[in-house]
């Protein structure tokens, strides 16, 4: 990102650290990203002022952050959004913070800062109370819990507008998926905002989110991470229901994905594209085709390519789309090829092409094992090996008690504090779970349930947001829907499993234990009679349900 402000940034590390104790004086810390508008907004109007950055560079030791680059930096400093503003003691503990700030509020924080320093020291700094609790309340996992969640939905719903919640109005695309299943008509009426409202008509994608509860107030910033979600999200939705209104954002969005994300030279997704300067999004199809094109951060990171090869698969699976397959195929063997290291995620390209060794993050690791496990249902069994080797890593790293850290404990700042994230453990604990029926391992579904009774003691108090925990509960409890297929990868049997309208369901091609040809569906401890045509296959999906 070009840097207009006139301030001494430094990179995070201990050198940054070293200098603030030396000087006694606090570190303030910038978290800030390519697509943020307001970010760019702030270097402009209040970095670049002169006598704040002079001010700045005199009693404080400043920090840039790039959350994408750096998330566990990102998620032990985020003051609700970015830019954060973060001012922190020399040992990387927190003083105070706060998101935006124009010039008047940033001169009035720095001498706020100042004072409380020269007054009370590192007496007035603390660490994060998500930092200080104990590991979160075990408990028994039952269909209450699934209920639990249907309710928030379904108290959160926005009967007017449509999604959940007042503002601001995010796609939420595990809630999509979630009420999928249990509440079709709030789900389509969700789906059918989410694509009326965040949807670039012109270019396709996804924005990012809409500030105001009648999803106005756009923000123009297209992720890959959410993306590539929402692809899966509309593709599941089209399974459902048949109807081209959601395969169709499903397929502009994988337009914009291989047009203007695609990173040729390094045959994977870049990270995300910026509002743009000139508000192009705001203008008439002829204005915007002469306007110039918003920035992209051509960066590939390894857990948004993930999340885009799982969605162009399940898109592939369900329309038998070359174009998805293709550059998901492309992707994939970049992610495998170039950013995977003894089942180690890389987080970045970049990262890869250092001598370190790789940081294992958990997120990461999670989104991996979800394409791996997706790629080996769809088009490729053999990438169950790499899978494999990934929930072994992740295991082996970060497995602490009965659920996972986000990343190793170590670093400098707050990086030596763990933090146990839920939706990592939740994605996680789901890839396992695939990965038990698809391998065969029980080990990995034990591990699945450990992982998820150790947040059930406060699964009452989870919200929509996290609607794959209860997602993942109802898999374990009841057990998928499960499809062994004797035949290759896009075999007349093996696409007719993957069609059955189930998005829940676990597809094994080149199943091992039944004749060439024929097929079965499996739920808990009820197996069907084997199947030779899709028709018998339906059918028989049924004996299992019912």
């Known amino acids: 990102m070009d840097d207009p402000t006139r301030v001494e940034w430094r990179e995070w590390g201990q050198a940054a650290f070293d200098e603030a104790t030396d000087a006694d004086i606090p570190v303030l810390l910038s978290l800030t990203a390519t697509w943020c508008d307001h970010c760019h907004e702030m270097d402009a109007e209040t970095y670049a002022e002169p006598r704040i950055a002079a001010n700045i560079n005199d009693s404080f030791v400043p920090v840039r952050v790039d959350v994408d680059r750096h998330p566990r930096v990102r998620d032990r400093y985020n003051m609700g959004g970015f830019p954060s503003t973060v001012f922190l003691a020399p040992n990387g503990e927190v003083l105070t913070g706060a998101g935006y700030l124009g010039p008047d509020g940033m001169r009035q924080v720095l001498d706020s800062v100042r004072t409380m320093w020269q007054t009370k020291g590192s007496g007035a700094a603390r660490i994060p109370r998500q930092l200080r609790e104990d590991n979160p309340p075990a408990g028994e996992l039952t269909p209450a819990i699934e209920q639990a969640m249907l309710g928030q939905l379904s108290e959160t719903y926005d009967e007017t507008a449509g999604g959940w919640g007042q503002e601001p109005k995010f796609p939420l695309p595990d809630a999509l998926e979630f009420a999928l299943k ?102 008439d199809a002829t204005d915007r085709a002469t306007a110039d094109e918003p920035p992209v951060d051509d960066g590939v990171f390894a857990g948004p390519n993930a999340l885009a090869i799982e969605g162009l698969l399940t898109y592939y699976a369900y329309t038998d789309d070359e174009r998805a397959r293709r550059y998901a195929e492309r992707a994939l063997e970049t992610l495998r090829e170039e950013l995977l290291v003894d089942g180690v995620v890389t987080h970045t390209l970049e990262d890869a092409a250092s001598d370190d060794d790789p940081v294992c993050l958990l997120t990461n690791q999670a989104r991996a094992l979800a394409a791996l496990t997706t790629a080996a249902s769809t088009i490729e069994p053999s990438v169950l090996a790499d899978a494999t080797a990934i929930a072994d890593a992740t295991i082996d790293r970060l497995h602490d008690g009965d659920s996972f850290l986000d990343g190793p404990a170590d670093g400098v700042g707050l990086l030596e504090h763990s933090l146990r994230p839920l939706d990592a453990n939740v994605a996680l604990a789901d890839g396992l779970l695939e990965l038990a029926v698809l391998s065969g391992e029980d080990r990995y579904r034990n591990l699945a349930r450990e992982t998820l009774e150790a947040f059930a003691g406060a699964s009452d108090r989870f919200g929509v947001q996290v609607a794959r925990y209860a997602t993942a509960v109802s898999r374990l409890l009841e057990g998928p829907l499960v499809l062994r297929v004797a035949a290759d990868p896009g075999s007349d049997l093996h696409r007719a499993a993957l069609r059955l309208a189930d998005h829940e369901k676990v597809v094994v091609p080149d199943a091992d234990a039944l004749e060439a040809g024929t097929a079965r569906a499996e739920r808990g401890d009820r197996v069907s009679d084997p199947a030779e045509t899709p028709a018998e296959l339906s059918e028989r999906v049924q004996t299992v349900l019912d």
């Open 182 to 283: 249990r509440d079709r008509e709030m789900a389509l009426r969700s789906y059918d905002a989410v694509s009326a409202n965040l949807l670039d008509e012109y270019e396709g994608g996804f924005y990012r989110f809409a500030t105001d509860r009648d999803w106005s107030g756009l923000q123009h910033e297209k992720l890959l991470d959410s993306n590539g979600a929402l692809v899966r999200a509309f593709a599941n939705a089209y399974l459902h229901t048949g109807k081209d209104e959601y395969r169709e954002p499903a397929e502009r969005t994988i337009d914009y994905l291989t047009v203007t994300l695609w990173n040729g030279d390094a045959d994977a997704f870049a990270n995300s594209q910026a509002p743009g300067e000139d508000a192009a999004h705001g203008l």
